[in-house]
């Protein structure tokens, strides 16, 4: 699981979208593709973002990459998108996006969406490394690890305590059988003890 790009893109409807801010992680690719994919990404984020329609979400697969749209709308037309592997679940994706466009709105004016440049929203980079595993940023899917992992260590428990069981019922059934020795021993130690009574 793998996120390759993100991005804050201003997407007014019928128009071309502009990149405000976005954060990339290349270092799977090797150095002579990178900047090939970084252009592909980005004409990738603007095309997605421009055909989603305003308070939408969609998922769009393109060769081994899956981008994440979420088209916001509203009064900013702000849309966020994130491009990641295939295999990277569907759910943290758009928590993420909903996160990273409230966090925009609230820390960037809108009035200087006119000037992507002079934009500065470094948390953009923060956002993509946090959500690179996506089980420590998703709530739901870090509860269903530990639920995972509890579940391994309580049937290793339950299968360490039916081999302890299996070795008690040992313990208990040689017990017994010391136990009918015991008593044999008893009563003829007894009887041998009887015949040399001292008075």
């Known amino acids: 699981m793998k996120v390759f790009s993100l991005a804050v893109v201003l997407a007014p409807p019928n128009k071309p979208s502009t990149v405000l801010a976005s954060a990339s992680d290349l270092s799977s690719f090797s150095f002579y593709q990178r900047g090939s994919v970084a252009e592909f990404m980005s004409f990738f984020t603007k095309t997605i973002a421009e055909r989603t329609p305003?308070?939408?979400r969609q998922s769009v697969q393109e060769n081994s990459y899956t981008a994440h749209v979420y088209n916001r709308g509203g009064a900013e037309q702000l849309a966020g998108v994130i491009i990641t592997d295939q295999e990277y679940p569907v759910r943290p994706a758009f928590s993420l996006l909903?996160?990273?466009l409230d966090d925009f709105i609230a820390k960037v004016p809108q009035t200087s969406?006119?000037?992507?440049?002079?934009?500065?929203f470094p948390?953009?980079?923060t956002y993509l490394q946090?959500?690179?595993?996506?089980?420590?940023?998703?709530?739901?899917?870090?509860v269903q690890q530990e639920l995972d992992e509890t579940k391994i260590i309580l049937h290793k428990t339950i299968e360490?305590?039916?081999q302890r069981g299996?070795?008690?019922?040992?313990?208990?059934?040689?017990?017994?059988?010391?136990?009918?020795q015991s008593k044999m021993f008893y009563k003829t130690a007894k009887k041998q003890n009887?015949?040399?009574?001292?008075m």
């Open 113 to 120: 969406y006119n000037t992507p440049s002079a934009i500065s």
């Open 54 to 56: 305003q308070g939408q």
């Open 166 to 180: 299996e070795k008690i019922n040992d313990l208990v059934d040689r017990s017994t059988a010391l136990s009918a």
């Open 160 to 162: 360490s305590v039916l």
């Open 194 to 198: 009887s015949c040399c009574v001292v």
């Open 130 to 142: 946090k959500y690179q595993d996506p089980r420590q940023a998703d709530a739901i899917m870090k």
């Open 123 to 125: 948390e953009i980079n």
């Open 98 to 100: 909903t996160k990273l």
